[in-house]
């Protein structure tokens, strides 16, 4: 009897059976979310219907029904698709704007002489920028401080220099010709450096305990907080030389740089105020107990922490920032949007109907490359810097 039990017992261990497809996998996957219930079972079938279709015609106008190659518009009279050759042919106005193409003592009948653009100094200052912007943005690579130092201070200037001329034997390029890519960066980037200090230091002063201080911030903030930024641009570009003397001038590109800055560092201290706010009170009594004053407790303990919480809300910020910089096309300046509008409707070579369509196409494709990175980089951000606070 005890040797017909110790036949029926398992020696080995038998491997778990997969589970069944129905239940794992795609096939239970869209069981689960696309074909749960009838209803939905209609959406979904509905929804990929719509795509097929959707991505049908947008095959056709990006690529089948497109022009790629052509020497004017006649190409795109003749197909309904996209004129991807005029996005290529115009390329050099959307990133440089009128910035002149080549320099004022070369001459056109040498061709080694006048291959050598003014482009150049745009140039230069991209592949600095980056130079500099990458390593600063990648966590691991050492010597944050002196790249920091570099981006922050002479980097600038270079810009300036480059970009202006007027020194070391550059022609001058009033701002008035620059343009496209280059000046939607420039404001884009000014702003974005230049709002989150100022934010910080409003919203530091907006909970000082100074009744003085505290208003001042809390009437910035508010005042700057309850205008359109059409009317802050308009109001730099056309009212603000009526408040300086007569013999004095600011450049119009100046002045939009200043009204961009200040409107969003009203935005840019509610989210860091925020942040301030969603601190345990215990992380201020904290800093106190070890004998930090209050530069120091807000600099080395309160601060990382707040800005760390509202990283997601500061994103966000300088993403409403950078494609607000297209609103600056209102008091004249020629940035990426102007310049694909105004190719688009004054060159006469180019003159199809789905130029113009082509051309906010490849404006919002670049919008969407610098909003989407910056939105990845955040997340990435968030990801190192999780400490285990999610709920």
Not at 346 to 357: C, I, K, Q, R
Request: glycine residues 8%; contains cysteine; proline residues 6%.
């Amino acid at each position: 009897m005890a040797k017909m039990q110790q036949s029926y017992v398992r020696q080995e261990m038998v491997q778990d059976l997969p589970p069944p497809p129905a239940s794992s996998g795609f096939v239970g996957w869209a069981r689960r979310s696309l074909f749960s219930s009838i209803s939905n079972s209609i959406l979904t079938i509905v929804a990929a219907l719509f795509v097929v279709w959707a991505g049908y015609h947008l095959f056709h106008f990006f690529i089948l029904d497109a022009v790629f190659v052509a020497e004017d518009g006649s190409a795109c009279k003749l197909k309904p698709g996209a004129c991807w050759a005029f996005i290529w042919d115009r390329m050099d106005f959307f990133i440089y704007g009128f910035f002149p193409k080549d320099p004022y003592w070369a001459s056109t009948d040498i061709f080694f002489v006048s291959a050598f653009m003014e482009y150049w100094r745009i140039n230069v200052l991209f592949v600095i920028g980056l130079a500099l912007l990458v390593p600063l943005l990648i966590p691991s690579v050492p010597g944050k401080l002196i790249n920091a130092l570099l981006f922050f201070i002479p980097f600038p200037i270079l810009v300036i220099v480059l970009l202006n001329g007027g020194w070391f034997g550059l022609e001058l390029v009033p701002t008035e010709k620059w343009g496209g890519l280059t000046v939607t960066l420039i404001i884009g980037l000014v702003g974005i450096v230049a709002s989150l200090p100022i934010g910080i230091v409003l919203a530091l002063g907006r909970q000082s305990k100074l009744p003085a201080i505290k208003t001042l911030c809390v009437v910035f903030i508010e005042i700057w907080r309850a205008v359109p930024l059409i009317t802050v641009l308009f109001m730099a570009s056309v009212m603000l030389p009526l408040f300086v003397p007569e013999n004095m001038t600011i450049d119009k590109l100046l002045r939009a740089l200043i009204g961009v800055a200040l409107f969003n560092s009203a935005y840019m201290a509610e989210v860091v105020r925020g942040g301030l706010q969603a601190l345990p009170r215990g992380q201020y009594e904290a800093a106190s107990a070890l004998g930090l004053n209050y530069w120091k407790s807000m600099g080395f303990i309160i601060l990382p922490q707040a800005l760390k919480h509202v990283i997601p809300g500061i994103v966000n910020t300088f993403i409403a920032l950078f494609k607000d910089t297209s609103l600056v096309a209102i008091v004249g300046i020629f940035d990426l949007l102007r310049t694909v509008q105004n190719a688009a409707g004054n060159d006469l070579n180019w003159g199809a109907p789905t130029t113009s369509v082509t051309g906010y196409i490849f404006a919002a494709a670049m919008f969407w490359v610098f909003c989407f990175s910056m939105s990845r980089y955040s997340m990435f951000m968030e990801r190192r810097l999780e400490t285990g606070h999610k709920r």
